[in-house]
């Protein structure tokens, strides 16, 4: 296993629209997060699962933001009727309970 | 206020100096970890700590938990050091999430 991959890692959408990304953490990973981070910024917590079930989610996400881990191993992460406000990398990690975690290369949105 | 705060937000330096990169915060916290994100994105995990000392060749990572304060040393610094430095913490709360300071960009001149 090479890591916590994303895909894509670049997605130019215009505002309205709808995107879905991906993540594919390491396999015997059981932790999964979501982060968003901004030009200039440290990222910012998104939602987290163990395994299939999200257990947290940030104030952060609207209702026009959606996560899911159907299987417990990859995520989708869409967002519908994006706007500019939504231009942002954003970034998955991985972990075990109680272990570092490990991010991947990130999706780099622009929303026009 | 910030969760966490770094210092300094940009730091240039001299190849071959010892650079210090601090972060305090202001909550109670179960782990800190510093982060490197070089340009393009791409973040990898330094270290994890909750208390004392860690060292990793020649980066070097302290925690005093009382004060509330972590630094990063880097020793005989390289133009390959040159990125983004995050100190990240995990809540006590039993938040599973890392809260993230803004990250101090360091530039390492040859």
Known sequence: D?????DPRHKITKRGQNVTFRCDPISEHNRLYWYRQTLGQGPEFLTYFQN???LEKSRLLSDRFSAERPKGSFSTLEIQRTEQGDSAMYLCASSLVGTEQFFGPGTRLTVL | KNEVEQSPQNLTAQEGEFITINCSYSVGISALHWLQQHPGGGIVSLFMLSSGKKKHGRLIATINIQEKHSSLHITASHPRDSAVYICAVLMDTGRRALT????????VQP
């Open chain 1, 2 to 6: 090479t890591g916590v991959s994303q």
């Open chain 1, 52 to 54: 299939e079930a999200q």
């Open chain 2, 100 to 107: 993230f300071g803004s990250g101090t960009r360091l530039q």
